[in-house]
């Protein structure tokens, strides 16, 4: 029998299992839940190889499209981290 605790709202807590509630009954609602947490990781991070992969071409399309100003946008910010790190040791 789920129940909301009271020490953590929100969260249901189950009873020790009273003849009616095996062991076997509440191993497979907890093998259910850990799928659905298992299917929900892995198409968190199939998204997110997808949107990376987007993120890697469209940042390849825009260095081959102006190779110079990716050069010179490059080297700003090697010249701005030269300039923090040599701050920071002042």
Do not use: C
Not at 34 to 51: I, N, P, Y
Not at 52 to 65: H, K, N, T, V, Y
Request: no cysteine; aromatic share 4%; glycine share 8%.
């Amino acid at each position: 029998m789920a129940a909301q605790s009271e020490l953590n709202p929100g969260h249901e807590t189950y009873d020790l299992p009273n003849g009616s509630d095996t062991s076997n009954q509440m191993a497979s609602r907890l093998r259910d839940r850990v799928g659905q947490a298992r299917d929900r990781v892995t198409d968190a991070m199939s998204a997110a190889k997808d949107r990376s992969f987007e993120l890697r071409d469209r940042a390849a399309d825009s260095i081959q499209g102006a190779p110079f100003a990716s050069i010179a946008v490059a080297m700003g910010i090697g010249i701005l981290i030269g300039w923090v790190i040599a701050r920071s040791g002042d």
